[in-house]
């Protein structure tokens, strides 16, 4: 009788919890969604095994319902079905097993009329469920809600607004979770399983071919391919057992040093050759218990958010320029605050926390303004309107940590720091953080600013946290800048869809210049089937009976120094430039420039067709173009006033071919059965190599065909052959 009244005890005192009550009230929805429900729906929807059931019901612990036929008592036939009331004991019985750690045997049969007794009432707790559903991650929707939805704009709204925010850190944080405590090696298969109740660390229950008796279990699974999959299972098992090993992720020697943690139940797996590109050291641990303890905290939301029967698919996306809420990201601050923890008092150890971005990547860094595009519940701070200035806040932890790549800690504020901070809108802070978005390989991309209310807020365990969920928000801003390029863009493939770089649309493509040698190649093939006499027609000269070609690149020394010094965007620019005035210099340098047609072919590769110009002509030209590119040139570097750069010291290097038309005819003769295909090809080829060979000698340089030698030679201008005489 004693045990007795101590198991009641601890059950009146763990029921009065409002945390406690709140779990159950949401199990009691989703088991009140299905009306009355088969032993089977009913053990899917509070993780119990049909056995389970079963036992409890020969306890007398639950008394299903049994349909019968006829008038016979003895005509039991069907399932057992679970009315409202057990469905509401089943809810209560659940919060005692996972959080009371009781047994079912200390659970009284008469369990729901002591909830009744002590639980606040129903309409309470569910406004108070409704007022967080703006904001929490996860949600309080009851599980079914988003299937049975009918209308498009209410489907949408929960799906964006509650089923995205938690399966986004759901995914991310366990993909994060298996890099720090694995090492990634491509080609090989690595996971983590969440089991959702709890199993005895023994050898037993970590035999791969045993796995399915954890049961219920969230799986985080990296493929071959580096594709990661996040899914809920009944119970996880391989095809071949045999091929994987299973270790706790936080194994015995640091089970003791370590904090009580749901997440210690966490299984990794990998295969059987790969165990010693497991992690498994305390920072590691340490970091991956925190960030996995709320999705264990609200497996009870699993079957809605991630189970059977969810099959929307939600590209996440932002809108940069209004004032309007990113649910993504505003779920993830008010993670970042849950993950801060709470006090002794129950009050939380963080207090604010905002996402910032800048407001124009078009000026240089040291020069953008950042303002808030996301924030927790409770801060202050106005979406869209909060902002800091290099010009007015010189002191700003978000512009200094965006600026410097840092991570800017303050963990206890000077008199002056407190009063120079807005009060009505942070409060009395004490410490504050600001942690940058992206910057280890770049830029970058924003700050999350979090402050707090005690001195020495954020440790270096914390500061971890922090930034894992800084990498989850970097994926995100990746993704949305992305989406927004492309959305851009995508209607000027409609009128043109053969340019993909607007910076070279006023340029013919290398198709361009294939299909008008091609052309030009027909025009002969049809002359000389039809014997006639071999010319192709010009712009302005009439017919003419020889066709040739100039390739120009700027030397490689040149590029890699324009890369290495000021970045692949600059030296995209000095291509364009290069082409602009090439296409500028043409009606100086080429007295009949209408029969010249420029191409860019790539990168900083361009091509010349000449039609009536002798091989001294073509030469000659080429020597001149040369010349002219020589030197500096200014690149425009973005749209802004002022944005030039001016590059010095550019040099280039030229290819020269050059064909008569009986040479061509040749070619095409039906005895040398070459089709234009395979002739234009040649053509191609041998520029091609002509310019290569200007690349190979260094650069600054002409290589021409020579007829006498049958074979390209650098070219050598008149003053060059005067000196060498």
Known sequence: MAMDERNLQRIARHLKDEVAQRRVYHNIQRGRNEVTVTIGRASRLFGFSE?????????????????????????????????????????????????AHLTPGAIPPNIDEIWSALASPLNTSQQIFEEETDYTLPSDIPGDLATQTEHINKRVTIAYRESLPWRVYASRVLWLALLLIYEDIPGFYAGLILPAHDYRPDEPSLDPANLRTLGESLIGWLGQTRAFFTFLTPE???????????????????????????????????????????RHNEKAVRTVLRLLEPLYEEQMHWHHYIGEGMQDIIAPGMDFTPKLTDAVLTGLTNMTIRLGGKNADGQTRWQDCCIFLPTNTNVPLQQRSLVVRAKSQHARHTIGVTSVSPERHVTSLSLRAYQSSHIIYRPELAREDILALHREIEGPIHSNIAVPIGGETGLPLGVMYVTSYERDAFSEEDQRILRMI????????????????????????????????????????????????AEILHTIKGQVTHKQVWTIPTEMDGPVKEISFIAIDIDSMVQELIANSYGDQTLHH???????????????????????????????????????????????????????????????????????????????????????????????????????????STLYHS??????????????????WDPITQTYTP???????????
């Not at 299903?64 to 039991?76: L, W």
């Not at 801003?477 to 009128?495: G, N």
């Open 51 to 99: 056995s389970q059931l079963r036992d409890w019901e020969k306890m007398g612990l639950i008394k299903p319902i049994r349909p019968r036929e006829g008038t016979d008592a003895r005509q039991v036939t069907g399932q057992r079905q679970y009315s409202f009331t057990e469905l509401d004991k089943l809810a209560i019985i659940r919060e005692l097993l996972d959080e």
């Open 574 to 680: 000095l291509h364009k430039a290069i082409g602009l005035r090439i296409h500028d210099l043409l009606p100086a340098l080429f007295s009949n420039h209408l029969n010249c047609q420029l191409y860019h072919i790539y990168g900083g590769i361009y091509c010349l067709l000449l039609r009536g110009f002798t091989l001294e002509r073509t030469k000659n030209n080429a020597e001149r173009l040369r010349k002219a590119l020589e030197g500096s040139i200014a690149v425009k570097q973005s749209d802004l006033p002022g944005a030039a750069l001016t590059l010095p010291d550019i040099s280039v290097h030229l290819g020269v071919t050059w064909y008569p038309y009986d040479k061509l005819a040749e070619f095409l003769a039906p005895h040398h059965m070459r089709s234009v295909t395979d002739v234009r």
């Open 687 to 704: 520029l091609e190599f002509a310019l290569k060979l200007g690349t190979d000698t260094g650069g600054n340089i002409i290589y021409a």
């Open 236 to 278: 996880p098992l391989f095809e071949y057992p045999s091929d994987y090993i299973v270790l706790p992720l936080c194994p015995p020697e640091l089970r003791m040093q370590l904090p009580a943690s749901l997440a210690t139940r966490t299984l990794i797996v990998v295969q059987r050759d790969e165990i010693q590109h497991v």
């Open 470 to 517: 800084g990498k989850i928000c970097e994926e995100l801003l990746h993704t949305y800048s992305i989406r927004q390029h492309i959305s851009d863009t995508i209607a000027d493939l409609l009128e043109d869809p053969g340019t993909v770089d607007p910076l070279f649309k006023d340029f013919a493509s290398e198709h361009d210049f294939l299909q008008d040698l």
């Open 715 to 725: 070219h050598q201008s008149g003053e060059e052959q005067q000196k060498n005489r």
